[in-house]
């Protein structure tokens, strides 16, 4: 087999995502298994937020802790909104996307300056100044106890409304903006845009050379990827029907990072699968055991020892395996925008 | 492991290029592992867990019970947990409710409001529980209400911010335990009498603190007095000497709202500053919970404290009360659990014991069958009258029909000799006077 079939297993793979994903919300509760809804829903929303990671660390190689400051102001301009202004759902994830957005582009026009561990710290800072703020703030933010809401309109036209109280509502609502998201995404990357992401995470001085403008290419980036936190924030608040400063601290943050690094770094679909396995895992195991972190961790440091490359990294290698001459050495598919080994390795790139 | 050579699926240039699919290497071996064991546990245990959805009219009832196991309010919540473990025995015992086994299960909250509505989630969706015994975390409670009230699900609170039957409680909300309004209103008027006209108040910063003082302001003022600014204090503070240090030095008595180890923090470094020789120390139940006043070394003697259940059984002394602590396994003075160092946090968790037996009146009383009945079991609920017996120790009570709230005996009782000595009785037809209706729930569509 050849590249051409490598390349249509994958979108064999895509099509039959896409296909289970839509056959979710009525397959499940059909097998008695209903509450598995909420938990592809849950997977598919915090996915957004291990996907802003990889767009920062698998495509420009930039390490943020602070993605859940963007996740934070997404959830609270949704929230908010819904709360102050009886918005329905979309202008709910509009105002929580904006939200975050400005964010990103206050907080990224400082931050995108540093690279390395200083760029990794300054994230974190941020983060914390705002968590902190959120939390003084009680009026605004509800603080620690945070802010609930009811379930808000999907749709509400011509005496026909619909709200996120309805299962079916709520799912494909949430699969939709999630899709189109990984869809933008997929068109970035693989844009003159998401090739100049790869020219500063494999060398920035090589990058500048050839005229990439690293800073600005940078930034962009990380109001991409805050934009994509926002989302995921704003989309959670929703499922939640809630709201709550205590989403806006680091350790969110390095819990998006570990689903991305899990899931395979520099890939589009890898957090998919890396959010998925962790909190499919973290369902199951919680309910039999309250100390289940340890569980996770555990399982967590597994995959990275035997699989460093991510779930998408074995899938890659069985794909090249299936697919490569028998006697060649079996490599996988070449991506213009994968990420390097040494880019894998090292922050920043270099 | 040894790995035996297949000719058939393994060449050199496989062994050079390391492809794991021409030989099962240690790694390939443990990738596989992995994922097939994760494969086979998810069908395992979910299998296992969703088949309770499955749940017949005439099979058991499942209760669930929303409980914060780990994190902060962890001290409470191993109480909470026993107290509606014990109860649902004893009910199962009796033979059932309405002739159906009771099958109880329980989800930890983690004391953080983000999981215990994931968790409220499970309970309902996954294990099919038809009614909730909840939370004493008031964010958890709060965050908790309108989850429980889309999925059409009767839920109890027992964390004391009025605000779970009040501004954001709905037609599912009850609470069989006293709230902020109802310790304020039991509580503030004897306080204001005795000790002093002078208020400050300090307090966590968070929905349980700030409703404190909102409502122990209202009655202060009311009365004539003053209450001073409130002193809020972060939930992970630890050294609380530079929020002491804010308490204007007019207080005549100082009000103090606070759990587990902030407790413990205030009462220690209050005394060591000698705040109990200037001012008068008044609290509720919720700052001496599951801390014996003996394990503070005198730091909380003296402190008024209203307490919802008196800790002493020789207060409210009848068998009921003897046989519930029997149940669970409690001394008559201290509280403490036989054979361990733990304290019950005896007065919020006889609410999740009575809240299991209030289910088991109201949904005898209606004729529950399954959930399209629940109907029958709000309207039973809502002005209820529970008579002092064992499924009831805490004594007589009535759950309002308006408001969904609990009407108790109150006590308020003060720290001497490390033991919590019961001063007064506030009675159930005393606190309902003081506390009018303010929010009809009982109006609201099912």
Redesign the interface.
């Given at each position: 087999m050849s590249g051409g079939a490598a390349a249509w297993i994958g979108r064999g793979g895509l099509a039959l995502l896409g296909a289970a994903l839509l056959a979710v919300p009525f397959v499940l509760p059909e097998l008695g298994y209903g509450f598995w809804v909420n938990i592809v829903t849950e997977i598919l929303i915090w996915s957004l937020l291990a996907a802003s990671v990889n767009l920062l660390f698998g495509y420009v190689g930039l390490l943020s802790f602070g993605q859940a400051l963007f996740f934070g102001f997404g959830m609270y301009g949704a929230t908010l909104a819904v709360i102050h202004w009886e918005a329905g759902f979309w202008t709910g994830l509009l105002a929580g996307t904006l939200a975050a957005t400005a964010m990103a582009a206050v907080a990224g026009a400082l931050a995108v300056r540093l690279t390395w561990h200083y760029f990794a710290i300054i994230t974190v800072v941020f983060s914390l100044i705002f968590y902190f703020a959120a939390m003084s703030n009680k009026t605004l933010t509800g603080g620690d106890d945070g802010l609930s809401f009811s379930a808000p309109a999907v749709f509400d036209m011509a005496g026909v409304t619909v709200t996120l109280a309805d299962p079916l509502a709520q799912y494909f609502s949430v699969l939709g903006v999630v899709a189109a998201c990984y869809a933008i995404m997929g068109v970035v990357v693989r844009s003159p845009l998401g090739l100049a992401f790869a020219a500063v995470r494999e060398n920035d001085r090589r990058a500048r050379l050839i005229g990439i403008d690293v800073y600005r290419t940078r930034l962009v980036a990380f109001v991409l990827a805050g934009a994509l936190a926002g989302v995921s924030g704003a989309l959670f608040a929703f499922f939640g029907r809630y709201a709550s400063a205590s989403y806006m601290v680091y350790h969110v943050s390095g819990e998006a990072v570990v689903w991305a690094i899990v899931g395979g770094i520099g890939t589009l679909l890898g957090p998919l699968f890396g959010t998925a396995l962790l909190i499919v895992f973290r369902e199951l195991v919680s309910t039999v055991w309250e100390n289940y972190l340890f569980a996770v961790g555990g399982l967590t440091v597994l995959v990275v020892m035997f699989a460093p490359l991510g779930l998408a990294g074995l899938w890659r290698g069985a794909l090249g395996r299936l697919t490569a001459p028998r006697a060649a050495p079996a490599e996988a598919p070449a991506d213009p925008v994968a990420p390097s080994a040494d880019a894998r390795a090292v922050p920043g790139g270099r | 492991m040894t790995t035996e050579r297949r000719p058939d699926r393994a060449?050199s240039?496989d062994v050079?290029?390391g492809?794991?699919?021409?030989h099962p290497s240690r790694?390939s071996f443990?990738?596989t592992a992995?994922a097939g064991g994760?494969l086979a546990?998810?069908a395992y245990?979910?299998l296992g867990?969703?088949?309770s959805?499955?749940a017949q009219a005439g099979g058991p009832i499942v209760i669930g019970q929303h409980c914060e196991?780990?994190g902060g309010f962890a001290s409470w919540g191993y109480w909470h947990n026993k107290c509606g473990a014990a109860a649902v025995k004893l009910i199962n015992e009796m033979g059932g409710i309405a002739g159906r086994k009771v099958e109880l299960v329980t989800?930890?909250t983690e004391s953080?409001?983000?999981t215990g509505?994931?968790k409220l989630?499970?309970l309902i969706?996954?294990n099919g529980a038809s009614f909730v015994v909840g939370s004493v975390h008031?964010?958890v409670m709060?965050?908790a209400?309108?989850?429980a009230?889309?999925l059409k699900t009767v839920y109890f609170s027992s964390g004391e911010a009025t605000e779970a039957t009040g501004e954001?409680g709905t037609r599912y909300s009850f609470r069989t335990g006293t709230d902020t309004y109802g310790l304020a209103a039991a509580g503030a008027p004897w306080a204001f009498k005795n000790l002093g006209k002078r208020w400050t108040i300090i307090s966590p910063?968070?929905?349980w603190g700030?409703s404190h003082y909102k409502e122990h302001k209202a009655v202060v003022e009311k009365l004539g007095g003053h209450v001073n600014d409130p002193i809020f204090v972060?939930?992970d503070a630890k050294d609380l000497v530079p929020y002491l240090t804010k308490i204007p030095q007019d207080t005549e008595v100082l009000f103090s709202v606070f759990f587990g180890a902030l407790s413990v923090a205030f009462y220690t470094q209050a005394k060591s500053m000698g705040l109990e020789k200037t001012m008068r120390m008044y609290s509720v139940s919720g700052t001496i919970e599951a801390i014996a006043p003996a394990d503070l070394k005198g730091a909380a003697e003296g402190v008024y404290i209203v307490e919802n259940f008196p800790r002493m059984a020789k207060y409210k002394d009848d068998g009921f009360h003897r046989d519930y602590l029997k149940a669970i396994g409690t001394d008559d003075v201290h509280g403490r659990e036989t054979g361990s160092e733990r304290v019950n946090a005896k007065s919020h968790s006889w609410q999740n014991w009575e809240n299991m037996f209030a289910l088991k009146q109201a949904i005898e009383a209606s004729g529950w069958k399954t959930k399209k009945d629940d109907k029958g079991v709000i309207e039973a609920l809502e002005g209820m009258q529970m008579a002092n017996a064992l499924g009831h120790p805490q004594g007589a009570k009535t759950l309002r029909k308006e408001d969904h709230s609990g009407i108790i005996d109150c006590y308020i009782s003060r720290v001497e000799n490390d033991e919590l000595q019961v001063k007064t009785k506030v009675a159930k037809e005393d606190l309902a006077a003081m506390m009018p209706v303010r929010f009809d729930l009982s109006k609201q569509a099912v």
């Open positions: - | 060449t240039a050079a290029t492809s794991d699919a021409a790694r443990l990738q992995l994760a546990g998810t245990v979910a867990r969703d088949m959805a499955f196991l780990t989800e930890d953080n409001p983000a509505t994931r989630r499970s969706q996954r008031s964010g709060l965050a209400i309108p989850v009230t889309e954001k910063d968070y929905a700030h972060p939930l």
